[in-house]
Each structure stands twice: as structure tokens, then as C-alpha cells.
């Protein structure tokens, strides 16, 4: 699946990607909210991002009915481990849980956190994608064909 948005900005995440957390989310359901973080790739000419791999919740994750909350040290051991491993190419491009609700949008405190991560520069890039996934999201069984609820682009300038 490509999302489109209106500046120009594309977000890929391959099939293989949704698959996994379709899959994490199948067996956790909904009633905790659940996510991660999003590791990817951007074009150096063009804004164009992919998703080449992501975390689940762990050990040191708070999940709540709604809220979660990741660990920074794991996350940020994570997105090191991935620029090391990528030579320098792939890195943190955003976060994405789940949210009990049909038609996922962004809370405040999504805004403020994936806002924050942009504005003082923690994104090596110079966007940062919020993907939400509620009940009726899922995966047909075609490739690229990923619906996501909710997806949200943000820059240093705004949304």
C-alpha cells in the first residue's frame, strides 16, 4: 500500500509489514491499545518514505484500555541497531498502535508526542507518520493492498 498525501508525500508499507501487524493485532484484539514504532527508508530526492520494519509492544511497554505507552531506551536501542545494520539508511519514520474505535484518529496526546519528536529533531527526517489501526482495519490478500484507518504526516512546519 502507498498513502498519498496532498503535499506530495508518499508513506509505503509493504505487504509484509501490515501482515505482521495484523497478525500481533489478531492475537492481542483491541481492549489494549498496542503499537510501536516504524523504522524506514527515505528517497534522497524525493519525499517518498517506505516502512522496512517496526517494534511490538514489550516488557517495559505500557499497554492501558486507552493508551500505550512505549519504552524510550528499547525504542531508541531498536532504531540504532536498524540505522547500524542499514549503513546509515533506515531510522525512526514514526510510531503506530491501535485505538478501540472504528475510524482511529490521532488524540492529543498522539499530536503532542509525534509534534514533539519532529519539532526537536529526535525524527532524523524531516516528516514523521502517526498510523492508527482500529477493528475494521485489516489486509486483503492481494499485495499493496494494506487499509489503514488512520495515517497522518507530520513536518517540522506542521501537518
Given amino acids: 500500500m502507498v498513502v498519498r498525501f496532498s503535499d506530495g508525500t508518499t508513506l509505503r508499507i509493504p505487504s509484509r509489514v501490515a501482515r505482521a501487524i495484523d497478525e500481533r493485532v489478531s492475537q492481542d484484539g483491541f481492549f489494549l491499545e498496542s503499537g510501536g514504532v516504524l523504522l524506514g527508508t527515505r528517497d534522497a530526492r524525493f519525499p517518498k518514505y517506505e516502512v522496512v520494519d517496526l517494534t511490538f509492544p514489550g516488557k517495559l511497554d505500557e499497554r492501558g484500555r486507552f493508551h500505550f505507552l512505549r519504552s524510550k531506551r528499547h525504542a531508541n536501542e531498536v532504531i540504532k541497531r536498524s540505522w547500524s545494520q542499514s549503513g546509515g539508511k533506515a531510522n525512526y519514520v514514526g510510531e503506530w498502535h491501535t485505538h478501540d474505535e472504528p475510524l482511529p484518529k490521532p488524540s492529543r496526546a ?39 484507518c488512520s495515517s497522518t504526516r507530520y513536518n517540522r512546519e506542521g501537518p
Fill in 110 to 148: 498522539d499530536r503532542r508526542l509525534i509534534k514533539q519528536i519532529v519539532k526537536d529533531k529526535s525524527c532524523q527526517f524531516d516528516r514523521a507518520f502517526m498510523l492508527g489501526l482500529g477493528p475494521v482495519c485489516g489486509y486483503a490478500d492481494t499485495p499493496e493492498s494494506v487499509l489503514y
